[in-house]
């Protein structure tokens, strides 16, 4: 069950920039890979999901957020998952990639704002979509 829990922390280093990012932005990878500001904001919340694992015991391999920075730096231009979820109106993966992680690194004594602020303004665009799905 560790090595799932650590898994699942590796895939959120990328998923919870990346994925939230480009949905609340509606944007692709490339462009937010060439904008000074975005880079800055995906390596701050690289690191506190890093920190929020190694919260829960799960020690990240060092360098493992850069080396996920830098390859994203050189993919060919790609919209993630919750990108075609907002576009396509369908639920967006808050749970799984957001509020589990947010709850389990709490409860382990570690904040993460700049994830739960993320988090918050999906969880909006979020009941928004569902709200115009209803109608």
Not at 28 to 38: A, E, G, K, N, R
Not at 94 to 117: C, K, Q, T
Request: aromatic share 8%.
């Amino acid at each position: 069950m560790a090595n799932l829990q650590q898994a699942r922390w590796q895939k959120l280093v990328w998923n919870v920039p990346y994925n939230g990012l480009s949905a609340l932005l509606q944007t692709s990878t490339s462009q937010l890979m060439t904008d000074p500001d975005s880079q800055a904001l995906i390596q701050a919340l690289m690191d506190e999901v890093v920190q929020g694992a190694q919260a829960c015991g799960h020690a990240l391999p060092p360098g493992f957020a850069q080396h996920l920075f830098t390859v994203t730096q050189s993919m060919p231009d790609y919209r993630p998952s919750m990108y075609h979820d907002l576009v396509e109106k369908r639920p967006l993966e808050l749970e799984a990639i957001y509020a589990r992680p947010l709850a389990a690194a709490l409860a382990a004594g570690f904040d993460m704002p700049r994830v739960r602020a993320l988090y918050q303004a999906l969880a909006f665009i979020d009941r928004a979509n569902r709200s115009a799905n209803e109608e």
